[in-house]
């Protein structure tokens, strides 16, 4: 079954392969990296520096492109798939709620809710990965990437949270967030942290 990618330049036949990341490979690093960021900010001891914000800013950035390109491929490419893509979306909101104010009181709960997230969203890639083709995959990882470069960097909530929408209002908002970052002097990268999750 192909995935439904959007509108993308033609691509030469015979073993192309496009240069790039499979979305799979992408989306368990970055589960892999917020979860031990999560557990370091937890622990006992000093937080490490400016890690809430790199936190909040990786974490926002990840369910925006997600929305944007991993869930509606799951859509389209997997049989049965769309209640437990709704059930992620709306946990995506929770977990954007639970990040609006957060709290040291409020660290464990957003932890539990990553965790969750990651053991949600995981069986639906490997689904994905069963119906895509190599290249989809890649292309998929691409897109990804580039939907993480302009998203926000702070949760909104009641921002649309489906495409087309989201691919409209999202980057949009994204610029008026980096624009308050830069003002602020925020932190929102992890290669920003003194020791940055590994890759």
């Known amino acids: ?28 690093e970055e589960h892999r990296q917020l979860l031990e960021l999560t557990r370091r900010l937890i622990e006992p001891g000093p937080d490490p520096e400016h890690g809430r914000d790199v936190l909040v800013a990786t974490l926002s950035r990840h ?14 490419a997997v049989d049965n798939a769309d209640p437990l893509v709704d059930e992620v979306v709306s946990a995506d909101v929770e977990l ?38 190599e290249e989809e995959l890649i292309r998929l990882g691409n897109r990804l990437e580039i939907a993480e470069e302009a998203a926000p960097t702070r949760p909104h ?6 495409p087309p929408w989201n691919r409209i209002v999202e980057p949009a908002v994204g610029v008026v967030d980096k624009v308050r970052d830069a003002v602020t002097g925020r932190h929102t990268q992890l290669a920003e942290l003194t020791e940055p999750p590994a890759s």
């Open 63 to 76: 369910l925006s492109a997600e929305e944007q390109y991993l869930l509606p491929a799951v859509r389209h």
């Open 96 to 133: 954007l709620r639970a990040m609006r104010e957060l709290t040291d009181e409020g660290l464990a709960e957003l932890a539990t809710r990553i965790e969750a997230h990651a053991g949600a969203v995981d069986p639906l890639v490997q689904r994905l990965c069963a119906a895509a083709t």
């Open 157 to 162: 909530p009641a921002a649309p949270h489906t």
């Open 1 to 28: 079954m192909s995935v439904h990618l959007p509108p993308l330049p033609p691509t030469p036949a015979d073993g192309y392969r496009p240069g790039g990341r499979s979305i799979a490979d992408l989306v368990a």
